[in-house]
């Protein structure tokens, strides 16, 4: 049983990488196109107006995709206080119930932003005049990333032998 918990989470960290390598590239692509903007607004008189709009797209996409990242790494939200002060048996059921409740939420937020998208795709951007649908199409992606990151996650923590100890706790420990 142990091994399939190994296995999740070998497939969640491998996911959880090109995650990061994702918000690395975005991360560096919108400091640059901050850059560029106080370059052509302040050094460089030059009529660049999509900036401000990348930049903010940018941004949107980065913290949206890197909540999958903090899934993985049992970084989201839990009661600390309480579930550290549990037995072993109770805080394997409350993590499980966490997975589970979490899974529940991000997937209603993959259906609804599906429609969000479509909608989206009716309206277009100020600046580059494209359909809203594109850059609203994060909503929905990250959203199916932290669902695939849930499951991973709520297998590992039925059948590792060892229940967590903490919500923050960095599962597996040693396989990063």
Not at 16 to 23: A, G, L, S
Not at 28 to 52: A, N
Request: contains cysteine; neutral net charge; hydrophobic residues 55%.
């Amino acid at each position: 049983m142990a091994d399939i918990a190994t296995q999740a989470r070998s497939w969640s960290l491998r996911l959880n990488k090109v995650v990061e390598i994702t918000c690395v590239v975005l991360l560096v692509l919108l400091v640059l196109d901050v850059w560029l903007g106080v370059l052509v607004r302040y050094v460089i008189p030059l009529p660049l107006t999509f900036t401000e709009e990348l930049a903010r797209y940018l941004m949107i996409w980065m913290a949206l995709l890197a909540v999958s990242s903090g899934i993985a790494h049992r970084e989201h939200i839990g009661v600390e206080f309480v579930f550290s002060r549990l037995p072993a048996r109770a805080r394997r059921t409350l993590a499980i119930t966490f997975d589970v409740i979490a899974f529940v939420f991000f997937f209603l937020l993959f259906w609804y932003g599906l429609a969000f998208v479509e909608k989206g795709f009716s309206r277009l951007t100020m600046i580059y005049a494209i359909p809203k649908g594109y850059p609203f199409i994060g909503v929905p992606l990250a959203a199916a990333l932290a669902c695939v990151q849930l499951a991973l996650v709520f297998i590992h923590d039925m059948f590792d032998d060892t229940p967590p100890t903490s919500t923050g706790e960095t599962l597996a420990g040693g396989m990063e």
